[in-house]
């Protein structure tokens, strides 16, 4: 794999005093908190926008925009920044692939959109509601009269995965596999496991798209095996890629943001109970819990010369869109860090990203948060961190942390 990820040089372009170390490197964990001890000092003593030698995974280097404005600048403007090719995980595989609709850009990117819709309107996301609670049910059950739990394994983790099984229509049983693949995928700093466990997803993926072909079912790759995108329909690479999305995407960024809300609820109990005692502010609740935690960072590919600030970005060039940066930009976010429910322009937060590729999935990620924060503050009492626990993150394109031991009184 080693001549699918060489070693980059530094382009003549990039000012020197521009190539900074950057904390949140592939492969980079921590006991900080990423969200208040690391992030913070990048704003603070980074300039606005400058250059990682290992911002992507394989050590690719890029620039990193760490200003809202400059985020959705790029975010927007399709004529001089492609979305193609922005994840390694078809390369790794010496495929050609894209994830759907991740990786298209304009125009094709709008047709591929306009199948995905109706899948993912609130209306259909509505029709799963209470399987979704069902199963946010069954995970509380099982630690409730405990006294304690380790939130990640036994919640965090496998209830976003059940959800994106439904979704596919695949067995529960698949749920230790799928956890499994999900980190190898996301959070494995080894480039030839990551290759693996891609074409371990890939290749069992494929299989279940040959099965959908001939036996459908009511589930979305069913659906997406029939559908028309332009008048066409889909090819088995494209059918990969939008599998593929559903599976990166719908796993791993939900067990994410949980961990990191329920560890700030852990950690500000006010709070925690101000939602207990008013339920009805949870989902604003969570919108700025999502500002504060936004999860996920992608990238894109400069393919015609512009500036941003003076700064000049080449055709080549990779960019960091990271939503977590952008999210906390004190500029555009005064007192970034506080929770502040209600807060003024919290619908232009990134956590979902911005523009054409504004995440599909938001309504269902929504709703399976305000579930869980609905079910877990009603069936729990008031809950804090274990004593003397040390909360491991794993950083680079996602914030999550690897253990969160809750613990409240199972007698109250």
């Known amino acids: 794999m080693s001549e699918l990820m060489p070693a980059y040089a ?77 994840a390694p995980f078809a390369l790794l595989l010496q495929q050609d692939w894209s994830m759907v609709p991740l990786e ?65 229509g695949l067995p529960q049983s698949m749920v230790t596999q799928f956890l499994e693949w999900e980190h190898g995928l996301l959070h494995e700093p080894d480039i030839q496991k990551i290759a693996g466990a891609t074409g371990s997803v890939a290749g069992y993926l494929r299989g279940v798209i040959a099965d959908r072909r001939i036996n459908p079912g009511n589930d979305v790759l069913s659906f997406a095996t029939t559908a028309s995108v332009d008048g066409r329909a889909m090819i088995d690479d494209e059918l990969l890629g939008f599998a593929f999305t559903l599976f990166a995407g719908g796993l791993d960024t939900v067990a994410t943001t949980l961990g990191n809300m329920f560890r ?52 080549g060039d990779r960019v960091l869109m990271s939503t977590t940066l952008g999210s906390l930009d004190p500029i555009e976010f005064p007192q970034p860090n506080e929770v502040i429910i209600g807060r003024e322009r919290k619908e232009r937060h990134l956590g979902f990203g911005y523009g054409i590729h504004r995440c599909i999935g938001v309504h269902l990620a929504r709703t399976e948060l305000r579930i869980a924060f609905e079910e877990l503050l009603d069936a729990l009492p008031q809950f804090h961190i274990q004593p003397d626990a040390k909360i491991l993150s794993y950083l680079a394109n996602v914030i999550q942390i690897d253990n969160l031991p809750l613990a409240w009184d199972a007698n109250l």
């Open 104 to 168: 298209i850009d304009p125009p094709l990117h709008g047709h591929y959109r306009a199948m995905m819709n109706s899948l993912f309107l609130p209306k259909a996301i509505l029709r799963l509601e209470e399987k979704i609670r069902d199963y946010a049910r069954t995970y509380i059950a099982r630690f409730k009269d405990k006294g304690s739990c380790e939130f990640m394994k036994e919640f965090a983790f496998e209830y976003p995965i059940v959800v994106v099984l439904e979704l596919l």
């Open 264 to 315: 700030c609820l852990a950690e500000n109990p006010s709070l925690q109970q101000r939602l207990r005692d008013e339920p009805g502010l949870i989902p604003d609740a969570i919108e700025e819990l999502l500002r504060i935690h936004s999860p996920s960072t992608t990238n894109r590919t400069c393919i015609k010369p512009t500036t941003i600030k003076g700064i000049s970005i080449l055709p």
């Open 10 to 86: 530094i382009p003549p372009h990039v000012p020197p005093n521009l190539v900074m170390d950057f904390p949140l490197a592939q492969g980079n964990s921590s006991y900080e908190n990423g969200f208040v001890d690391i992030i913070p000092k990048i704003h603070a003593e980074y300039p606005e926008i400058f250059y990682a030698r290992d911002a992507l995974a394989g050590n690719t280097p890029a620039w990193v925009l760490r200003r809202a404005e400059d985020l959705r600048r790029v975010y927007l403007d399709t004529e001089h920044f492609s979305s193609h090719g922005l």
